[in-house]
């Protein structure tokens, strides 16, 4: 199958090369300026004429041959014409039409360009438009952050000043524990040295009630004594007086 193709493709290019071979060769003439040039179908004056082109056509010259040149149209016709209407300068009037041809284009490009440079211009004034909106908007954004900064600026020295008015209660705080402990434990010592007081108020009092008591009973029986005494002594001397 591969070997088919490539056959084929050698074949096709053995025909088509003659072509091109012999295009390279034939040179490419203008119809001078002429109205109308006759084509004949034979390299004779007397041959028939079977078309007439005006000046200015392009054509292509296969073949010169006493004067009269075989020519190739651009519609395929081939025929006779003279040698001496034909010339291989291009006419001014097909470089005049070949200038203004391009003329037209630069003329329909400058349009465009002009349109693309109208549009491009509008939206650049949209786009300018829309940055200096942008550029309004940030520059509110960037004013409300610099207020918005401050206050969180004052507010800032404000916490820290609270913050060092607690740093110095809190020194005092501390101090006044440490003073609260200490005076928590002499007010201890204290309370047990006035609950040792007290006891001892309690023991003494026990003690002197004691002491009273005993003092009241020795000054009774003291009492007694006395009593049982001046008694027994009044009984006696009634008796010697008896």
């Known amino acids: 199958m591969n070997r088919t193709i490539t056959c084929f493709f050698i074949i096709l290019f053995a025909f088509i090369l003659p072509f091109f071979t012999n295009a390279e060769e034939f040179k490419t003439a203008y119809v001078s300026d002429v109205l109308i040039l006759t084509v004949r179908n034979g390299p004779a004056r007397t041959s028939e004429v079977f078309k007439t082109i005006e000046s200015g056509e392009q054509l292509l010259i296969l073949e010169e041959k006493d004067g009269l040149s075989k020519i190739k149209l651009n519609n395929g016709d081939i025929g006779w014409v003279q040698t001496q209407y034909l010339t291989y300068d291009i006419p001014d009037h097909i470089i005049i039409k070949r200038l203004n041809i391009k003329l037209e284009k630069l003329a329909a490009t400058k ?3 002009l349109k693309t ?4 211009n509008e939206k650049y004034d949209e786009k300018q438009n829309q940055l200096l909106k942008e550029k309004k908007d940030m520059e509110l954004v960037l004013s409300k952050s610099v207020v918005e900064s401050n206050n969180y600026k004052d507010k800032y020295l404000t916490v ?8 110095e209660k809190s020194k005092d705080v501390v101090f006044i524990t440490k003073e609260n402990t200490k005076l928590k434990k002499i007010n201890k010592e204290f309370s047990e040295k006035i609950e040792s007081l007290e006891l001892n108020q309690k023991t003494l009092l026990k003690v002197g009630m004691i002491k009273w ?10 009492g007694w004594i006395i009593g ?7 009984s006696r001397r009634s008796g010697l007086l008896s």
Do not use: M
């Open 111 to 113: 349009d465009k360009l």
């Open 117 to 120: 440079l109208e549009s491009s």
């Open 160 to 167: 820290n000043n609270q913050y060092n008015d607690l740093l």
């Open 213 to 222: 008591f005993l003092s009241g009973a020795g000054v009774i029986f003291l």
């Open 228 to 234: 049982r005494t001046v008694s027994y002594r009044g």
